[in-house]
Structures are given as structure tokens and as C-alpha cells.
């Protein structure tokens, strides 16, 4: 069941973020800040991670030792897409940040 | 792997070793037509057995069980072998002249081949839809 969209809901939390907003509100708790931190540093290893296994896997079919070219492609695309994925999601949090830098303006 | 975003990767890479070794099976096959041997002892035509691969052993209705397709087993054509009549040939019967030839059909070969091609780019046809899928989600929230 969706909930319809009331502006006191909105605004109740806008409200709710307010703290985080750095030169908003009060300072923002660290607890939050910190699990962001940890789940972008997460995301960004698991993409290098897909990359290095891509990496590895055309290693191995150079040397002969795997026959499977749809794994080592399957691998790089995976890779690919993931290294997008990321660059999305830092393009949006920019985003997201010059907003904020030119409301305060 | 840590990430996966591409859907069905793993069950479409089974897909393709497994044509891939069916594709390796008819080429055996088409390799060996004049193949004799000594005693009666000839090739035989090879058969690939598909079989469905579940993650797990009972309940097989989730969509997480669903894990692709193998390559169970290579059996032996049970059918006769050819026979020629060819007295000059080394492996040709003492007695009769005949010599055993391998109950291979090239037509029936090429037309394995033609299946195991269209079966293979079928399963490549998936997995490019599926990274575009995965590629047009990603880009979903740009302008």
C-alpha cells in the first residue's frame, strides 16, 4: 500500500533532514555520516574488485589456462557496468551537493 | 563475486559451455566418419545429455535454484555400425572383406551443428539483453 504524498508528511521530513545539512540545523550526528562513508568506500571496492577479477580472468585465457571466453567478456562487462553504476551514483551526489551550494547562494 | 549486476550471467555462461561442448561432441563426430578400427572395434556416434542444474537438491521452485544447465553425460549412439566392402583395407573382416565404418551421418552432423549455433547465439542473445537492461537501470535517473 502506498501512502498518498502529503505536504505535512513532506514537510515533516524535511524537517527530519535538516541536521544533516551541513550549516543547517544543529551539526549532524556522526553515526549517519559515517555509515554513508562506509557503504560508498564498500561500493567503491567491490567495483575495483569486479575489475581486478576481469583483470585476473583474461590473465588466465592468455595463459591458456581457462577456456571460456564468455566468462572472461562476461566478467569485463560486469565490470563495466558496475564502474557505471558507481560513476552515476557520484554524479547524482554531485549533483545533489551543487544544488545545495546554490540554494545557499 | 561481490557484485553482480548483470541478471542471469552465470546461468547463460552454463548455457554456453554447455552448447560449446556439444558444438566440441559434433565435431568429434564429423572428425572421425572414416574412423575404422581392428576386431570389429569402430567409433561410435557421441550424444551430449543435457540436464538442469539446481543449487539445491530439493525444492525446485525458487527462482534462486534455477542455476543453468549441464552437460551430464556423453553416451554412445546405439546404432549399428556401417558396413563397406572393401577387401584392400587393413581393417577389413578376413572372411567377408567387409570393413566396419562408423554409424556417423555427416547431414545428420550439420544439421547438430546448425542447432548447437542457433542454440548458442540464443543464450548470447540473452545475455546481451540483459546487460542492456542492466546499462538502460543504471542510467535511469540521468536527464
Redesign the interface.
Known sequence: MIDSISPELMLKQIEQFKPEIPGVGANAPDGMDEDFKKVLTKLIS??D??QK?ADVSLQQLAKGETN?I??VV?KM??AD??F??ML?IR??LLQAYKELISAQA | ??????PA?AI??SA??AERARMEITANNLANVQSTGKNGQVYSRRIPVFEAVYSEQFGHDGIQNLAGVKMKDIVADPRQPLELYAPYHPSADQKTGMVKMPNISPIEEMVDMIAATRAYEANLSV?KQS?DI??KT??L??Q
Open positions: 567491490e567495483v574488485q569486479s577479477d571460456s564468455q566468462d562476461l562487462e560486469e557496468v558496475s557505471k553504476m552515476e554524479n547524482k | 563475486m561481490a557484485i553482480e549486476l548483470i550471467a547463460s555462461s554456453l559451455d545475455i546487460r542492466a546499462d543504471i542510467t535517473g540521468r
